[in-house]
């Protein structure tokens, strides 16, 4: 029997976001774990350039991050994988952690952007912060290189 009985996929629609959504939903599929998915809208941009961002409406934001979600749950669901969504806004590196311990998560899937040349070495001072605010394990999933032929990522 498996420790990770209830999964948190975390999907933003990105690339990174598709590969931890076909790669959590494989091992949801193997472990028949409970799969919940999170999509964060961070508001960092709100808090930082209010004045720009006030000119778009927040129910315009709102919607478009609900496609998001609902997009990961349909494609989960060709999977036949029926898995409850989760909407949050704030900091994703807060609204995570939050989610996962309301939920009782056991595994967290998230995607990782590659950072080449200089933004590498100007990371943000949150970089890596993710692993020391949760309890549950975390799987980091990479992906292939953009640029490389590569098949379908979605599930």
């Given amino acids: 029997m498996s420790g990770f009985n209830r999964m948190l996929l975390c999907y933003d629609g990105s690339r990174e976001g598709q590969h931890a959504l076909a790669d959590g939903a494989r091992l949801a599929q193997e472990l028949s774990a409970q799969v919940h998915v999170l999509s964060v809208i961070n508001d960092a941009a709100w808090m930082q350039g209010a004045d720009v961002m006030s000119a778009v409406p927040v129910d315009i934001v709102s919607d478009s991050a609900k496609e998001v979600l609902e997009d990961g749950l349909r494609k ?3 999977r036949g994988i029926y898995a409850t969504g989760h909407l949050a806004i704030g900091d994703p590196l807060e609204r995570i952690p939050f989610v ?5 998560i056991d595994l967290i899937v998230v995607g990782h952007h590659r950072a080449r040349g200089l933004a590498r070495w100007w990371g943000g ?3 890596g912060m993710l692993l020391d605010r949760v309890s549950c394990s975390v ?5 292939p290189e953009a640029g490389l032929n590569t098949s379908e ?3």
């Fill in 125 to 127: 001072k949150t970089d």
């Fill in 153 to 155: 990522v979605a599930p």
């Fill in 100 to 104: 996962a311990k309301d939920l009782k």
């Fill in 139 to 143: 799987l980091i999933t990479m992906g």
């Fill in 76 to 78: 989960l669901a060709l």
